[in-house]
């Protein structure tokens, strides 16, 4: 097997393991629907009782329409923020705010798993926040990308109750055109993503480093001649943290609307998509990988829509 097909179906493997973990994360969060019988009006009333742990229930009744407008705008804010803050040069400010967010999708993604053990909430948090510090601050490989798998399901259980189909759909479209803009005419994309990795020493994504062919020769010779090779690049294979993210919130609502079976539909369209950009990509470029997302989430709605 070729190097690269290796560390691109490495990838794959995880995106496809992050979106079915958030499927299950999603099924332990979905809300119950309580009827009560109103005095007042003398009519029974039906009503949305949500389990998010750590006080991250929705409001009781959501707007679905400007829940997507508060969304856009918040995703506007924090990258704005974090431009600023780069020029700022304020790494101990923003892997603060790395450590809260990852510590928080740890816990609420753990306490779906923990959910019939006693004080499942405590326990989550205790585990999630030495796992945050390894990664954000111990910076391991191993444990970056496994906590990974656990940060995207957690964070989009919170904004699942935010959005109806519709919602969604809006949703996707406006990121992935974002996303062709941040890459293919800004560039602020990479910026951030080389300023995560060389400056703050961390990355919002899956993150997987390797060596070219030329150069594992390279050092094959070394080890065997019992010296340091020199002068050694190293790849990097990355898949950034929104891509992750929202086919999970697209499947959870999917899974909240039509019911299990068309929401495990989602899952697969996006990795089908995401091994297509792959496989249409070249070595050492940027890509925007939403558009396709979008477009593969896109078709398997379609479909679940056909069956649901």
């Known amino acids: 097997m070729k190097h690269g097909i290796k560390i691109t179906l490495i990838l794959l493997g995880m995106f496809l393991l ?11 969060y ?16 039906n009503h949305t009782q949500y389990n998010l742990p750590y006080g991250l229930n929705p409001p009781e009744e959501v707007d679905e329409t400007m829940s997507v407008f508060s969304i856009v705008i918040a995703l506007v804010l924090a990258v704005l923020i974090m431009l600023g803050l780069m020029k700022l040069k304020a790494e101990t400010f923003l892997r603060g705010w790395f450590f809260i967010v990852v510590s928080l999708g740890i816990a609420v993604a753990l306490n779906a798993f923990l959910s019939p053990v006693k004080a499942a909430t405590i326990i989550a948090i205790l585990i999630a926040v030495p796992l945050a510090y390894l990664k954000i601050f111990k910076r391991n490989l191993w444990v ?23 919602g969604i759909i809006i ?5 992935s055109l974002y996303d062709m803009y941040a890459v293919w005419h800004a560039g602020f994309m990479q910026k951030m993503a080389k300023y995560q990795i060389e400056k703050l020493r961390i990355f919002s ?3 997987i480093p390797y060596v070219g062919k ?10 065997t001649q019992g010296k340091h090779a020199k ?3 190293i790849h990097i294979a990355i898949l950034g943290g929104g891509d992750v993210v929202f086919p999970i919130i697209l499947a959870g609502v999917v899974l909240s609307t039509w019911g299990l079976i068309p929401a495990l539909i989602i899952p697969i369209g996006a990795a089908l998509a995401l091994a297509s950009l792959f496989l249409m990509s070249q070595k050492g470029k940027f890509y925007p990988a ?6 593969g989430c896109f078709i398997a709605l379609g479909i679940a829509y056909l069956i649901h």
């Open 231 to 233: 002068k050694v690049s």
């Open 171 to 175: 949703l996707l479209i406006i990121i």
């Open 30 to 45: 979905q809300p119950a629907q309580i009827i009560t019988y109103n005095e007042t009006t003398q009519a029974y009333e």
């Open 290 to 295: 939403m558009p396709f997302i979008t477009i």
């Open 144 to 166: 970056h990308n496994i906590t990974e798998l656990l940060i995207y399901p957690g964070i989009a259980t919170i904004f699942i109750p935010l959005l109806n189909l519709w």
């Open 205 to 207: 994504g899956f993150f």
């Open 18 to 28: 992050a979106q079915f973990i958030g499927l299950y994360v999603s099924y332990a």
């Open 214 to 223: 030329k150069n594992r020769i390279l050092i094959q010779k070394a080890r």
